[in-house]
């Protein structure tokens, strides 16, 4: 858990700086439907909840937060705010701790809400380098590190895709391997008309009917809809962001 807490700081203070290099008022081009401000009531809101959860409270009203979050007058300090509560909870929290999780695959919950935040807050710090440049930044732009980025790629592959909610199908079987070129890790994703069924690697990887190479920072943001990796065609990349975006619902 402490390398997804450093991951959780580490990311508040990339989007904390580059919200405030943006302006409040600016777009987010990875975001098109956001303002800087929304994007940070959006994410002070799931901090909240993800903490109140945490905690055991189960009265939270995400929309009412996120209402706040807009208003405030100082919303970068109230964005500070509730992530500090959120590492509060999850360090106080005991190590059996029993609160939901919603991901297949998923890690005990304390260790999975430490992850998914540090994800979450890591993707939309991104969003928030992405309106300070006005363009989506390439991988060197930003500050995540090969082993946070290799764990990301894991969560959403191993987690989110293969959901029976997950709308990443194939009418054909297929198989798409991705492979970063600076860990050791590999995965394999198994395509369908079926839920997608993803096994890891180490070491040489499977060939595959797609396969997907570059750093791990590279291939996570591409992953996450925050660039285009290397060997990523405009096809591919138009396909995954239908078909695996990951939504708030």
Same mark, same amino acid.
């Given at each position: 858990m402490a390398r997804h807490l450093d991951g959780l700081r580490t990311a508040m203070i990339a989007f904390v700086r580059y919200a405030d290099r943006a302006g409040l008022a600016a777009a987010v081009p990875t ?75 998923a890690p005990p919950a304390r260790e999975f809400w430490a992850r998914r935040q540090c994800h979450e807050t890591t993707v939309h710090a991104v969003d928030a380098l992405a309106a300070a440049l006005g363009r989506? %930044?390439?991988?060197?732009? #930003? ?5 946070? +980025?290799?764990? =990301?790629?894991? *969560? $959403?592959? @191993? ?33 369908? %008309?079926?839920?997608?069924? #993803? ?5 040489? +990887?499977?060939? =595959?009917?797609? *396969? $997907?190479? @570059? ?35």
């Amino acid at each position: 858990m402490a390398r997804h807490l450093d991951g959780l700081r580490t990311a508040m203070i990339a989007f904390v700086r580059y919200a405030d290099r943006a302006g409040l008022a600016a777009a987010v081009p990875t975001c098109p439907e956001w303002t800087v401000r929304e994007l940070v009531a959006h994410q002070g809101m799931v901090h909240r909840w993800a903490a109140a959860l945490v905690r055991g409270e189960q009265d939270v009203d995400p929309d009412a937060v996120e209402a706040t979050g807009r208003a405030e007058p100082d919303p970068l300090e109230w964005l500070r705010d509730g992530a500090v509560d959120l590492a509060a909870a999850l360090t106080r929290a005991p190590a059996d701790l029993r609160a939901p999780v919603f991901l297949h695959d998923a890690p005990p919950a304390r260790e999975f809400w430490a992850r998914r935040q540090c994800h979450e807050t890591t993707v939309h710090a991104v969003d928030a380098l992405a309106a300070a440049l006005g363009r989506y %930044p390439s991988a060197e732009e #930003t500050w995540i590190e090969a082993d946070l +980025a290799a764990d =990301g790629i894991d *969560e $959403l592959l @191993g987690g989110f895709v293969t959901r029976p909610r997950s709308r990443l199908r194939c009418e054909e079987d297929a198989v798409l391997v991705v492979d970063p070129d600076d860990v050791a890790d590999w995965w394999r994703v198994e395509l369908g %008309p079926r839920p997608a069924v #993803t096994t890891r690697g180490r070491g040489v +990887a499977d060939e =595959g009917d797609w *396969e $997907l190479d @570059g750093s791990a920072v590279e291939l996570y943001l591409a992953l996450w809809n925050r660039g285009r990796g290397p060997g990523v065609g405009p096809d591919l990349e138009t396909a995954w962001r239908e078909r695996a975006a990951v939504t708030w619902s």
